[in-house]
């Protein structure tokens, strides 16, 4: 697998402020002809590595693989032109970053989704239980009545009981 050549706005983004001195600094001398961003799986441990004459690597293709304590080309960047780079490779580079920026706004919308969705979820569990909540009141108000309409029935039924044994 082969180290993807990005721009320096890309390259910037990934490597963070953590390395953005030596960035600026390794860009200002142009000691080297490329720049390669080494980075941990988890994206922890970031290491900038300059690749060209007088460097360790001359050539980015000697970082296919290559693996430094733990850490593992996850970029590269040109400086200068030392090494040849198909003239489409400005505009793949764009294209890139407006697919990166398209994915980001998507993935923010999928978030936003996610938490109204929740938000709803929790709107309507909150009304289930208010109208569980009303539904026992009713069950009970309910037998109350019926309670009481035997009641009523039963001392109805004892009052005309005692008027026909009266009367008989």
Do not use: W
Not at 162 to 167: G, I
């Amino acid at each position: 697998m082969s180290v993807p050549l990005v721009s320096l706005s890309s390259f910037t983004n990934l490597a963070g402020p953590s390395l953005a001195d030596d960035l600026r600094r390794l860009v200002a001398e142009a000691a080297c002809d490329s720049l390669a961003l080494f980075s941990d799986p988890r994206g922890e441990h970031l290491a900038l590595l300059p690749v060209g004459a007088g460097q360790q690597f001359r050539r980015v293709e000697e970082l296919h693989g290559l693996e430094i304590e733990g850490l593992r080309p996850l970029c590269v960047m040109n400086i200068r032109g030392g090494e040849a780079r198909p003239a489409a490779s400005d505009d793949r580079a764009r294209e890139l970053e407006r697919l990166e920026q398209s994915l980001a706004a998507r993935e923010r919308y999928i978030t936003d989704c996610e938490h109204r969705m929740a938000e709803v979820g929790h709107n309507l569990s909150e009304r289930e239980a208010m109208l569980e909540q009303r539904e026992q009141m009713l069950i009970e108000k309910e037998r109350e009545f019926f309670r009481l309409s035997g009641e009523l029935a039963n001392k109805t039924e004892t009052t005309l009981n005692k008027r026909n044994v009266a009367q008989g």
